[in-house]
C-alpha cells in the first residue's frame, strides 16, 4: 500500500468525507420492520477514484433494481478519516451493515467483536474464487470478518526506449527478473545524467517488509505464544540490495530516497531514471501523465527464492450488530462477482482477488497497459507476518522507520540497522 496513501491524500478533496453523524446515522439496521417494507442495508464505500466511484453506484443501482426487497442505500467514506469514524460507530452501536476497509485495518474490529463471521454466510463456489493465502489476510482467531478483493502488488515501470538502447530485454507477465538480474539491469541502464533506478523511499517500512518475502524474511516471530522480532540474513536481503545500488554499483538515485512514488514521475518522464520499483496502481498515472510518445511497459514483481509479498487486500465487512447478515452476505457475493469485481479493480488500478474475476479484466482489458502483468502477480501475493502483529503500526512510526531512513541515507551499518528494530520490538512487543 505504498502509493496509496499519497494517492488517497491528492484525491482527498474529491471523497465526500463521512462526518461523525453521518456515519453514525448509518445504523445497522437493528430499527428495520420486515414486515412494513424491504430490508435496508447502508453500505459505507471507500472508493474515491471517478472511474471506481461510478462503478460502486453502478452496482448499487443495478442491485436495488433487481432486488426490490432488500434496498442498499451507498453511503461515501474517506480513506484518511475512517478508522476514527467507525470506531465511534462501532462503540456506539450505529455502525453500517456492510464497511469496506482492508485486512490490515480490519484485525482490531474484528478482535473487539464489532464484525460478523462470514465463514457460514457466504457460499463454497463464492469462496473458492479467492485463494486461501489470501483469505487468511481477512481471518483472525479463525474467523473471516472480511472479503478481500483488491490486492496491490509491488511491480517496476520501466522506460522502454531506455531498456531498448541498452539491450535490456522485457521479461513475460509470468516471468521477472531475479533480483540479480534487476540489479545487473539497473547497472546497463546507468549513464551520465541517467540512474538505472529510483527507489521511492520516504516510507520505506511496508516496502521492505513486503519486498522481504522475495527471501522468505519474516521479521516478526512468535514462539510459545510471545512475538518478537528477529533480524536474520533473510530480513537483512533486501535492504542490503538496496543499499548496494545506493552506494556501491551507485545505479540507484540518492535524491529519491525522501521521495514517494508519484514524486519520481518527472524525473522519470525526463530521462533521469530508467526504472522506478512502485505499487501496479503507479501505472494510472503512467496512462494520465506520461508526455506523448512516451513508451513505458511494466516488469512483473523480481524474483529472490520466491515473488512472495505481503497481501494487503482491501475488504468488506459486516457488522456484526447488523440485524440483515445474511442479506448483506447476500449483496456482498452480487457486488463481487467475477464480473463486478474485474470492473471494480479495474476502476481502481488494482488487482482482483478473484481467480475468474482476474481473467475477465485480462480480457477486457487485452492484458495492455501492465494488465497482464498485474493479474499474474496476484499468485504471489499472500499474508504476512507483520500483518498479524497489534504492536506493527507503534513499532513502524517508532523504530522501523527512523532507523531505516537512517540505513538508506546511509548513517548506520546494516548490523545497527537490525539491533534498532530488535530493541524497537523489544520495547513495543510487550
Not at 506520461?290 to 515473488?307: D, H, L, N, R, Y
Request: charged share 20%; with cysteine.
Amino acid at each position: 500500500m505504498l502509493d496509496r496513501v499519497s494517492r488517497r491524500l491528492a484525491a482527498a478533496a474529491l471523497a465526500g468525507v463521512v462526518g461523525l453523524g453521518a456515519l453514525a446515522a448509518c445504523g445497522g439496521g437493528s430499527g428495520d420492520d420486515e414486515s412494513s417494507g424491504p430490508v435496508k442495508l447502508r453500505f459505507l464505500s471507500l472508493a474515491w477514484q471517478k472511474e471506481s466511484l461510478q462503478a460502486n453506484k453502478d452496482l448499487v443501482a443495478k442491485w436495488n433494481a433487481e432486488h426490490p426487497d432488500i434496498q442498499v442505500e451507498y453511503v461515501q467514506g474517506d480513506w484518511n478519516s475512517v478508522h476514527d469514524q467507525l470506531l465511534t460507530a462501532f462503540e456506539g452501536g450505529d455502525a453500517p451493515d456492510i464497511v469496506h476497509y482492508e485486512a490490515a485495518s480490519i484485525g482490531e474490529f474484528s478482535k473487539q467483536g464489532y464484525l460478523a463471521d462470514l465463514s457460514g454466510l457466504l457460499s463454497d463456489d463464492f469462496k473458492g474464487q479467492i485463494d486461501k493465502g489470501i483469505w487468511d489476510t481477512a481471518t483472525f482467531d479463525g474467523k473471516v470478518t472480511g472479503v478481500p478483493f483488491l490486492l496491490e502488488s509491488q511491480v517496476v515501470i520501466a522506460n522502454k526506449k531506455l531498456l531498448d538502447a541498452a539491450g535490456v530485454a522485457v521479461p513475460p507477465a509470468d516471468g521477472g527478473w531475479t533480483w540479480d538480474e534487476f540489479q545487473a539491469n539497473a547497472q546497463k541502464l546507468t549513464g551520465p545524467g541517467r540512474y538505472g533506478v529510483a527507489w521511492a523511499l520516504k516510507s520505506p517500512t511496508n516496502r521492505v517488509l513486503n519486498l522481504a518475502l522475495n527471501f522468505d524474511g519474516k521479521y516478526f516471530y512468535t514462539d510459545g505464544g510471545r512475538t518478537e522480532v528477529r533480524i536474520g540474513d533473510a530480513e537483512k536481503e533486501v535492504p542490503r540490495r538496496i543499499h548496494d545500488m545506493l552506494y556501491t554499483s551507485k545505479t540507484a538515485s540518492p535524491e529519491a530516497l525522501g521521495m514517494s512514488g508519484a514524486d519520481t514521475l518527472p524525473g522519470f518522464f525526463a530521462g533521469k531514471y530508467a526504472m522506478i520499483p512502485g505499487s501496479v496502481s503507479l501505472r494510472q498515472q503512467m496512462v494520465e501523465q506520461a508526455p506523448a510518445g512516451f513508451e513505458w511497459v511494466t516488469i512483473p514483481p523480481v524474483k529472490g527464492v520466491s515473488a512472495n509479498q505481503a497481501a494487503n487486500p482491501q475488504t468488506l465487512s459486516v457488522a456484526a450488530d447488523s440485524a440483515h447478515q445474511k442479506q448483506a452476505a447476500q449483496f456482498l457475493e452480487y457486488f463481487l462477482n467475477p464480473t463486478n469485481m474485474a470492473a471494480l479493480a479495474k476502476g481502481d488500478w488494482l488487482v482482483p482477488t478473484g481467480k475468474q474475476a482476474n481473467e475477465d479484466l485480462v480480457k477486457v482489458t487485452g492484458g495492455k497497459q501492465g494488465w497482464d502483468v498485474a493479474a499474474d502477480s496476484a499468485e504471489d501475493l499472500t499474508v504476512a507476518p507483520f500483518q498479524m502483529v497489534d504492536g506493527y503500526p507503534e513499532w513502524k512510526l517508532k523504530y522501523a522507520t527512523p532507523a531505516l531512513q537512517q540505513y538508506f541515507a546511509n548513517k548506520i551499518t546494516l548490523d545497527q540497522l537490525g539491533t534498532q528494530l530488535v530493541d524497537g520490538g523489544k520495547q513495543v512487543l510487550r
